[in-house]
Each structure stands twice: as C-alpha cells, then as structure tokens.
T-cell receptor, first 114, second 111 residues
Framework: AQTVTQSQPEMSVQEAETVTLSCTYDTSESDYYLFWYKQPPSRQMILVIRQEAYKQQNATENRFSVNFQKAAKSFSLKISDSQLGDAAMYFCALKVASGSRLTFGEGTQLTVNP | KAGVTQTPRYLIKTRGQQVTLSCSPISGHRSVSWYQQTPGQGLQFLFEYFSETQRNKGNFPGRFSGRQFSNSRSEMNVSTLELGDSALYLC??????????FGPGTRLTVT
C-alpha cells in the first residue's frame, strides 16, 4: 500500500516571496510517479508538476520546482515569486507505475498575502 | 483540446434514491478514473476504466458502480444514496498512464 503525508495543513506567504510545501510518502515499489496538484476555490484539480522516480534531476515548471529526495521519500514543492493566483489547496500525490490510482495527501492550504 | 467535462455540476438527491454522474475524457484518452472528495476522508479512489473494462477498484461498497462506453465516456452510479455519499466526485482521464487530468467535478448533496 502507498501512503502520502502532508504535515502542513496551512501555509502563508507574502506576494513575490518564496514558499516551500512539504510532502513525504511511502511505497515499496521502485517505479512510481509523484505529482503536485493545485485545487483553487473553483475545486478544479490542476496538475502543477510531475516527477518520475527514476529521474535524479528535479522537475521544474516555470515558478514551480520540486526537491525530490528519493532515499528520504520526500517530495517538496517550491513556489518562487508567489502570486495571488497561487492561493489554493495543494495536494501531493503518488502513483505507482504498475497501478492506476493516485494516492493523495491531506492537502496544504496556501494563502498568499498582498 | 477540450478538457475533461463532467455533468451535471451540481446535484441534490434524497436518501434512498440513486444517481448517475457522467464524465467525458480528453479526446484520445482511454483511461478514466473516479475519485470521491470529502472534508473528512479527503480524496479517495473509486475505480478506473480502460477500454470499457474496470481495471482497478477502490474500497467502496457495491452501491458504487461504473461503466465506460466505446467512445471512452464514463458513467458512475450510486444506488440507495446515504447522507455520507455527499461529496465532490472528480473524474480524471489519462493517456499515458502517468499523469491524470481532472474535470471540474460534480457536487452531490444527499438530503
């Protein structure tokens, strides 16, 4: 079985500053994918970034980047130059390559202060 | 490409009734997964369909069922609704089997 844990229920950041959201996971599989999804008040789940476990290089998508520590089973999301539109619930998710389900963490509610 | 669409967006039903939710995946995507989101349980996997076959199932009672049509559109059915079935039901489609793209969800309220 897979588990994903997000230990920060809430985070806040000032506009234009940088914030890091934490995520730890557990799986016995060696081939898996990790994701960060964003869910704004509209409730539409939006894919922010993905990381393949076999890749050592950390994924980057514009202002979003991850710090993937495979041995520690840690997968944090860094948001640079935070914008008001970044305010949302952020979910960390895991999918093993041999399966189809996403296992989600509890979510981190991010507030961006002007 | 158009995104994942779900209908209806909002639904109010009475305990004991049944409900059918619909999901149209992104064109070309053959995999459709369903998730239930509640404040207490978070996001939980219901089932996944691929080429009209249920490929994976979560830990939900038999009242929850689904199907997929030849055009990859999927429906989810909940029979004998209970108050605890009130939730946001999210559908996601995938082509590669890695990332999943979500629809806007159907908000179901059971009274």
């Amino acid at each position: 079985a897979q588990t994903v844990t997000q230990s920060q229920p809430e985070m806040s950041v000032q506009e234009a500053e940088t914030v890091t959201l934490s995520c730890t996971y557990d799986t016995s599989e060696s081939d898996y994918y990790l994701f960060w999804y964003k869910q704004p008040p509209s409730r539409q789940m939006i894919l922010v970034i993905r990381q393949e476990a076999y890749k050592q290089q950390n994924a980057t998508e514009n202002r979003f980047s991850v710090n993937f520590q495979k041995a520690a089973k840690s997968f944090s999301l860094k948001i640079s130059d935070s914008q008001l539109g970044d305010a949302a619930m952020y979910f960390c998710a895991l999918k093993v390559a041999s399966g189809s389900r996403l296992t989600f963490g509890e979510g981190t509610q991010l507030t961006v202060n002007p | 490409k158009a995104g994942v669409t779900q209908t209806p967006r909002y639904l109010i039903k009475t305990r004991g009734q049944q409900v059918t939710l619909s999901c149209s995946p992104i064109s070309g995507h053959r995999s459709v997964s369903w998730y239930q989101q509640t404040p207490g349980q978070g996001l939980q996997f219901l089932f996944e369909y691929f080429s009209e076959t249920q490929r994976n199932k979560g830990n939900f009672p038999g009242r929850f069922s689904g199907r997929q049509f030849s055009n990859s559109r999927s429906e989810m059915n909940v029979s004998t609704l209970e108050l605890g079935d009130s939730a946001l039901y999210l559908c996601a489609s995938s082509s590669t089997g890695s990332e999943q793209y979500f629809g806007p969800g159907t908000r179901l309220t059971v009274t």
